[in-house]
């Protein structure tokens, strides 16, 4: 049956450089078993390429959905005008990012992308106000076949107007639809369809660049903690809904977001190949490179190991948040929460660490897992500091009550508080008390030697409290509004 292919975007001129590397030969277009050669309705042939001429595919995978693919391809062509059908392309293609490059010398006249699929829809779609046959099974081994007009087509249900009367049709209606003919344009696969001008003919070698939506990662980090050290193990989680699977692709992940005026000259910039996953520095962006090819399945979310670090040394600090804000009777159990810090740095061989989730984990008593928490992290460049929020300690609480509160006038207060705090650890730990005060402040009286901070970030402390002991931080402020 033939196929059909129309123009959706408007034709641009493109001039095809040199692809080394790729050896053309003197055999005719298309001569691969089993493939014959597309035609237009008006019997123009042309060429078809499908994911059997690639011979590489290199994708560079940003972490907001987009990715630069960089595909190789033996394609057959003849001397003269061309029209060549480039199959198992991304649907989500942006046709505007397009580079194309031939080992010969090549002319591009007109470049286009055709999404329209061959479904049922569509097929209706294009038969409004023409006629069809309805048929059905006459009970008998054969049809019954009525002739009639489809009128609408709304939601995938067929009304047909008969000589008698009017048949709904839908999916599930005892009645089939059999049309004419297959109209032009709707073909099972979307494609990109290319008109050139080879200077030579036979199978000869072609470069498509271009960047496409809905394939995307980020970095997922596991870590087990024990009282002094972490491992940690970076994945790359992998987002495919593009349309389209990649087999035995070069992935090379960019950390980093690129701002949409400067996507294609850093394009250019990656094409250069890193050396593995180091995290590779292209200027403020980090680039890893998967050892190994991989597939990605079309509608796949998979991980692939990114790096290892073990026995990294680090520091782990209890935080208690409070506000001074008007009078606040009774008593208040606010949480403390665990806060870790970390360099991302394994003996001399620093890594920038790209932006992602970490999912934190310690053993308890029995040497079984338990899942602290999870927490955002930011991306850090090599040497810097992670610092991650795991949750709520169980065995390091505290208790707030205001002690006095009193009025010195329409826009003055006086306040004082009592931070009791509990430690049922069996070693010492330092809880970093931060109080929120309003307005301009004066600290009149406290147990603890407070930090000094810049003004504006309130009151804090750095509170030892031992083993199985509870401390208590009182403090008085004056409060002016």
Do not use: C
Request: glycine share 10%; proline share 7%; no cysteine.
């Amino acid at each position: 049956m033939p196929r059909f292919w129309i123009s959706l975007l408007p034709a641009a001129l493109l001039v095809l450089a040199p692809v080394p590397g790729l050896t053309a030969s003197p055999s005719p277009v298309d001569q691969r078993a089993g493939v014959e050669p597309l035609q237009t309705a008006s019997g123009r042939t042309v060429g078809r390429s499908d994911a059997g001429d690639r011979k590489s595919i290199v994708l560079t995978i940003y972490q907001h959905g987009q990715a630069l693919v960089r595909e190789q391809r033996l394609v057959g062509l003849e001397q003269g005008r061309n029209r060549l059908a480039l199959l198992d392309v991304s649907p989500q293609l942006r046709p505007e990012t397009l580079q194309l490059r031939g080992e010969a010398g090549l002319d591009v006249h007109a470049q286009r992308l055709e999404r329209d699929v061959l479904t049922r829809q569509a097929l209706l779609d294009a038969h409004l106000g023409r006629e069809v046959e309805l048929r059905r099974d006459d009970g008998a081994g054969g049809d019954i076949v009525v002739d009639g007009v489809l009128r609408s087509a709304a939601g995938g249900e067929a009304v047909v107007e008969l000589e008698d009367g009017v048949e709904v049709v839908g999916p599930q209606s005892q009645w089939r639809i059999r049309f004419p003919q297959l109209p032009p344009g709707l073909r099972a696969e979307p494609g990109l369809v290319v008109d050139l001008r080879a200077e030579q003919p036979g199978r000869q070698g072609l470069e498509l660049i271009y960047l496409t939506g809905g394939l995307g990662w980020q970095a997922d980090y596991v870590l087990e903690l024990d009282d002094e050290h972490l491992d940690l193990m970076a994945w790359a989680s992998l987002d495919n809904s593009a349309g389209l699977a990649f087999e035995q692709a070069s992935v090379r992940l960019v950390a980093g977001d690129p701002s949409r005026r400067g996507e294609q000259p850093l394009a250019r910039s990656l094409m250069a190949e890193s050396d593995g996953l180091q995290g590779a520095s292209e200027g403020n962006y980090r680039m890893y490179t998967l050892p190994q090819p991989v597939d990605i399945g079309a509608a796949q979310r998979s991980q692939l190991p990114l790096f290892r670090l073990d026995r990294i040394p680090l520091e782990r600090e209890y935080r208690l948040r409070g506000a001074a804000w008007g009078a606040a009777p009774g008593v208040q159990a606010p949480p403390v929460t665990v806060h870790v810090r970390f360099r991302n740095a394994d003996g001399d061989a620093d890594r920038a660490f790209p932006a992602g989730t970490a999912r934190v984990y310690q053993r308890d008593t029995h040497g079984e897992p338990l899942f602290l928490g999870e927490d955002a992290v930011v991306a850090t460049p090599p040497g810097g500091t992670v610092e991650l929020s795991v949750g709520t300690a169980f065995d390091v609480t505290a208790q707030r009550q205001q002690t006095d509160f009193r009025r010195l006038g329409a826009r003055a207060e006086e306040q004082a508080w009592s931070i009791a705090l509990r430690n049922t650890l069996e070693r010492p730990v330092s809880v970093r008390v931060m109080e929120q005060v309003p307005g301009d402040w004066s600290l009149l009286d406290s147990s603890h030697e407070p930090e000094r901070k810049p003004a504006g970030q309130g009151l804090q402390w750095q509170v030892d409290v031992p083993a199985g002991e509870t401390v208590e931080l009182d403090y008085r402020v004056e409060i002016r509004r």
